[in-house]
Protein backbone atom coordinates (compact mmCIF):
# COMPACT_ATOMS: atom_id res chain seq x y z
CA UNK A 1 0.00 0.00 0.00
CA UNK A 2 2.52 2.43 0.84
CA UNK A 3 4.48 1.41 -2.52
CA UNK A 4 1.35 2.27 -4.48
CA UNK A 5 1.23 6.16 -2.92
CA UNK A 6 4.92 6.03 -3.23
CA UNK A 7 4.51 5.35 -6.90
CA UNK A 8 1.09 7.48 -7.19
CA UNK A 9 3.17 10.38 -5.69
CA UNK A 10 6.11 9.91 -8.30
CA UNK A 11 3.50 9.82 -10.61
CA UNK A 12 1.67 13.17 -10.20
CA UNK A 13 4.56 14.76 -9.83
CA UNK A 14 5.56 14.24 -13.23
CA UNK A 15 2.13 14.90 -14.56
CA UNK A 16 2.35 18.34 -12.89
CA UNK A 17 5.67 19.51 -13.38
CA UNK A 18 6.21 21.90 -16.62
CA UNK A 19 8.87 19.84 -18.97
CA UNK A 20 9.81 23.03 -20.21
CA UNK A 21 12.35 24.60 -18.20
CA UNK A 22 15.01 22.51 -16.77
CA UNK A 23 16.97 25.10 -14.41
CA UNK A 24 17.37 25.02 -11.16
CA UNK A 25 15.22 27.17 -8.26
CA UNK A 26 17.24 30.03 -6.80
CA UNK A 27 18.14 29.36 -3.02
CA UNK A 28 15.77 32.56 -2.67
CA UNK A 29 13.48 30.90 -4.41
CA UNK A 30 13.52 27.84 -2.22
CA UNK A 31 13.61 29.95 0.94
CA UNK A 32 10.67 31.97 -0.29
CA UNK A 33 8.54 28.55 -0.84
CA UNK A 34 9.52 28.14 2.84
CA UNK A 35 8.23 31.15 4.05
CA UNK A 36 5.42 31.30 2.39
CA UNK A 37 3.81 28.01 4.16
CA UNK A 38 5.51 29.27 7.15
CA UNK A 39 3.62 32.71 7.28
CA UNK A 40 0.53 31.14 7.44
CA UNK A 41 0.81 29.69 10.42
CA UNK A 42 2.57 32.53 11.93
CA UNK A 43 6.25 31.15 12.46
CA UNK A 44 9.23 33.75 11.45
CA UNK A 45 10.79 32.92 8.24
CA UNK A 46 14.06 30.93 7.41
CA UNK A 47 16.88 31.70 6.08
CA UNK A 48 19.31 29.71 3.59
CA UNK A 49 22.13 28.08 5.03
CA UNK A 50 25.25 27.24 2.57
CA UNK A 51 27.12 24.69 5.66
CA UNK A 52 23.82 22.94 5.51
CA UNK A 53 23.42 23.23 1.81
CA UNK A 54 26.88 21.50 1.23
CA UNK A 55 25.68 18.49 3.06
CA UNK A 56 22.51 18.09 1.56
CA UNK A 57 24.57 18.51 -1.95
CA UNK A 58 27.36 16.09 -1.04
CA UNK A 59 24.20 13.62 0.12
CA UNK A 60 22.64 14.11 -3.35
CA UNK A 61 25.72 13.59 -5.42
CA UNK A 62 26.01 10.13 -3.30
CA UNK A 63 22.37 9.26 -4.88
CA UNK A 64 23.15 9.73 -7.81
CA UNK A 65 24.12 6.27 -8.78
CA UNK A 66 20.52 4.80 -7.71
CA UNK A 67 18.60 7.69 -6.53
CA UNK A 68 17.04 5.98 -4.33
CA UNK A 69 15.18 7.56 -1.35
CA UNK A 70 16.85 7.20 1.50
CA UNK A 71 17.08 9.60 4.19
CA UNK A 72 20.86 10.38 5.03
CA UNK A 73 20.40 9.86 8.80
CA UNK A 74 23.00 13.00 9.20
CA UNK A 75 22.34 15.27 11.60
CA UNK A 76 19.63 17.49 10.08
CA UNK A 77 16.10 17.45 9.27
CA UNK A 78 15.07 16.37 5.87
CA UNK A 79 12.96 15.88 3.26
CA UNK A 80 13.95 14.18 -0.25
CA UNK A 81 12.13 13.81 -3.41
CA UNK A 82 12.80 12.15 -6.52
CA UNK A 83 10.77 12.32 -9.96
CA UNK A 84 11.29 13.58 -13.69
CA UNK A 85 11.02 16.91 -15.90
CA UNK A 86 11.54 19.94 -14.03
CA UNK A 87 11.90 18.52 -10.35
CA UNK A 88 13.80 20.93 -8.52
CA UNK A 89 13.74 22.62 -5.17
CA UNK A 90 10.37 24.73 -5.46
CA UNK A 91 9.26 21.52 -7.11
CA UNK A 92 9.78 19.43 -4.08
CA UNK A 93 8.47 22.17 -1.24
CA UNK A 94 5.13 22.37 -2.94
CA UNK A 95 4.64 19.03 -3.12
CA UNK A 96 5.86 18.13 0.64
CA UNK A 97 3.16 20.86 1.06
CA UNK A 98 0.34 18.70 -0.08
CA UNK A 99 0.53 17.33 3.18
CA UNK A 100 -0.73 20.21 5.11
CA UNK A 101 -4.47 18.64 5.30
CA UNK A 102 -2.62 15.47 7.02
CA UNK A 103 -1.43 17.65 10.27
CA UNK A 104 -4.27 17.97 12.98
CA UNK A 105 -2.60 20.76 14.69
CA UNK A 106 -5.28 20.12 18.12
CA UNK A 107 -3.74 16.43 18.10
CA UNK A 108 -0.45 17.47 17.14
CA UNK A 109 -0.46 14.12 14.51
CA UNK A 110 -1.18 13.20 10.82
CA UNK A 111 -3.95 12.47 9.71
CA UNK A 112 -4.60 9.43 7.45
CA UNK A 113 -1.67 9.48 5.98
CA UNK A 114 1.59 11.65 5.86
CA UNK A 115 2.53 14.93 7.26
CA UNK A 116 6.08 14.92 8.24
CA UNK A 117 7.54 16.94 5.18
CA UNK A 118 5.15 19.15 6.15
CA UNK A 119 6.04 19.71 10.05
CA UNK A 120 9.30 19.61 9.18
CA UNK A 121 9.06 23.09 7.33
CA UNK A 122 6.82 24.63 9.17
CA UNK A 123 9.09 23.69 12.21
CA UNK A 124 9.73 26.72 14.29
CA UNK A 125 12.74 26.05 15.66
CA UNK A 126 14.22 24.95 12.66
CA UNK A 127 15.35 28.28 11.22
CA UNK A 128 17.74 27.65 7.98
CA UNK A 129 17.79 25.53 5.02
CA UNK A 130 19.86 24.27 2.53
CA UNK A 131 19.18 22.17 -0.53
CA UNK A 132 20.66 19.89 -2.62
CA UNK A 133 19.53 18.45 -6.49
CA UNK A 134 21.30 16.29 -8.84
CA UNK A 135 20.46 14.51 -11.86
CA UNK A 136 20.75 10.29 -11.48
CA UNK A 137 21.81 7.76 -13.98
CA UNK A 138 18.30 6.57 -14.73
CA UNK A 139 17.57 10.63 -15.69
CA UNK A 140 15.49 11.14 -12.66
CA UNK A 141 16.46 14.08 -10.79
CA UNK A 142 16.53 13.70 -6.50
CA UNK A 143 15.99 16.90 -4.50
CA UNK A 144 16.96 17.34 -1.11
CA UNK A 145 16.65 19.88 1.81
CA UNK A 146 18.09 20.00 4.98
CA UNK A 147 16.87 21.48 8.40
CA UNK A 148 18.42 23.39 11.16
CA UNK A 149 17.96 22.70 13.81
CA UNK A 150 16.09 19.56 13.20
CA UNK A 151 12.71 19.54 13.48
CA UNK A 152 10.16 16.32 13.91
CA UNK A 153 10.75 15.73 17.37
CA UNK A 154 8.60 13.60 19.26
CA UNK A 155 6.21 15.52 21.59
CA UNK A 156 6.89 18.70 20.58
CA UNK A 157 4.62 21.11 18.36
CA UNK A 158 5.78 22.34 15.06
CA UNK A 159 4.16 25.74 15.77
Avoid at 32 to 48: F, I, K, Q, S
Avoid at 67 to 74: K, R
Wanted: aromatic share 12%.
Amino acid sequence: MLLNKFILAIFFISLTLPHIIHAQSSHQDIVNAHNAARAEVGVDPMTWNDTVAAYAQDYANQRMGDCNMEHSMGPYGENLAEGYGKLDGVDAVKFWLTEKPNYDHASNSCVGDECLHYTQIVWRKSVSVGCGRVKCKNDWWFVICNYYPPGNIEGERPY
